[in-house]
């Protein structure tokens, strides 16, 4: 490294240490944070924002599921087989070091990282240096953990003391947009056979011939086979999520249903959605939110179709379903 790169790195340390070592940046910090709102992409959100305010290279955000397993949330920097590879279940947590460091409900760092071996490729494994962990503690469990391998720049003095600010005030709210997630998913999956979905359609039209409304069918096949090569998730998890999603952005007014062969039919009052663009724009925009691995917006396979007074329902729901 030349003079002027380490004069350039030294500037930057000093900067990022002044500001962190003052209690205005710790006020600036939180606000930021109780910004967020407090909606399904919650976490995505409060991930980006560290990453930002942290420069943070490489990190991994776990949540927690059933029976103790910690799934890979969001994560950046990492190469596909570790984004594969990182689903901690609960012998990882039989580690001493950590098990002890945990209880204490507060950011550590670990010198022994073997534990960590066999989540990361080989490649990642021979680039950590250090390890942060922060646990996110809601109703006195533990419901998520940001892990810290990389720093863009350097390692903040008060790294500690800042995310344990961080984790205090939003591990509650974290907790119960995923759960708002899970329940929304509960209830908007249907289990029915195309038969159910083509009735409850045609009751929700039958009973509102008066007014118009869009039935939106999308084809989810190519997003989420790009979205399982590069997530831990399963299909039929990626689909709910997404199904998920879409129907908080669309409103209670909004009815979806999950088709066959990956497909969704969202139907929506027209007077509800003024620019059908604009609309379907917002709902592909939200997904790289969700989906950090996804870079850019995805162009969704749709097709539109409107339902009026004078419409043929047998014609529309042939060409539909």
Sequence with gaps: MGLLDKAEKTQVKNRFQEKNNSETYSQILLKKVLSLKPTIDYGANLFHLLIKEFELSKAVLFYKKENNLFLNLYSIGYDVT????????RNFFSNSEIQE???RKEPFSITDFSCFKNYFSKREYGLIENIHIIPFISQNEMIAFLIITEWKNFIPDNWSEMLNLVSKKTSDILFKSRMALIESVEEN???NTQT?????IKSKLENNLSESFYLIR???SSLIQTLSQTSDLTAANIKSEIVSVFKTMSGVEAELYELPLNRIVLIQNTSRIPDIDLFLHQLSASLPLLYTNLKETPDLEKSIFIFEEDSSLEDLLKDLI
Excluded at 196 to 200: A, C, E, P, Q, T
């Design 196 to 200: 159910d979905i083509i009735l409850k």
């Design 189 to 191: 999956h249907t289990g």
């Design 82 to 89: 570790t984004n594969n590879r990182l689903r901690l279940n």
């Design 218 to 220: 999308m084809d989810l």
């Design 101 to 103: 460091s945990l209880k």
